[in-house]
């Protein structure tokens, strides 16, 4: 089993639905997460920390559930700019404090 | 504030031949970390430098890569020799320190393909 999975998708919506990403990892001691958002051909760039309690930006809803061990990220009201690759981020997964990415999701908001 | 820097942008070689990356962090950012990312795929971590000690290579392929954070500010990454499978962005990324919420600004990445 990999650290982090995600489903690559892509995830095909149109203007205005909502969509949601889940991301699994494997250890349990993991201690802080993340996602990100990146365009086609450009470099990361931080989404959103997630929190146990979960946390909410505008559009974006956050969640961890350590139960089952996966986060979640819900976006609302999906804009055409939506359109990226979201990538989940596991810190601590080998130990210490190490990010581990998973491969990303793919979204595609159509007109 | 300046962001993290990377250079060159792009890197056409041949296999077998040798290729060195630069990275300089955001001023003040004690924790360093090179990664590759191969199209379709997430960023793979290669190495992480807190400041200018290694906290973790074990997915560095040690027989052709190498790093190096002199200092404990910019860092050159070298791949001798490449293979044809070393084609990847190679990102550079950098945090303010080592807490377990480090937050990642990542330099623009160098587009690498080996012939």
């Known amino acids: 089993r990999k650290e982090v999975e995600q489903d690559p998708g892509p995830f095909n919506v149109p203007e205005g639905a909502t969509v949601a990403f889940n991301c699994t990892y494997s250890n349990s001691a993991s201690q802080s997460f993340f996602w990100y958002r990146q365009d086609c051909r450009k470099e990361p760039k931080l989404l959103m920390s997630v929190y146990s309690s979960g946390n909410e930006d505008g559009r974006f809803t956050a969640q961890l559930n350590r139960a089952s061990q996966y986060i979640s990220l819900l976006i609302r009201d999906s804009k055409l700019s939506d359109s990226a690759t979201y990538l989940c981020v596991v810190n601590g997964g080998r130990g210490s404090y190490i990010p581990t990415f998973g491969r990303g999701t793919s979204l595609i908001v159509h007109p | 504030e300046a962001g993290v820097a990377q250079s060159p942008r792009y890197k056409i070689i041949e296999k077998r031949q040798s290729v060195a990356f630069w990275c300089n962090p955001i001023s003040g950012h004690a924790t360093l970390y090179w990664y590759q990312q191969i199209l379709g795929q997430g960023p793979k971590l290669l190495i992480q430098?807190?400041?200018?000690?290694?906290?973790?290579d074990s997915q560095l392929p040690k027989d052709r890569f190498s790093a190096e954070r002199l200092k404990g500010v910019d860092s050159t990454l070298k791949i001798q020799p490449a293979k044809l499978e070393d084609s990847a962005v190679y990102l550079c990324?950098?945090?303010?320190?080592?807490?377990?919420?480090?937050?990642?600004?990542f330099g623009a990445g160098t587009r690498l393909s080996v012939l």
């Open positions: 990324a950098s945090s303010a320190g080592g807490a377990v919420k480090n937050i990642q600004y």
């Open positions: 430098f807190q400041n200018n000690g290694v906290v973790d």
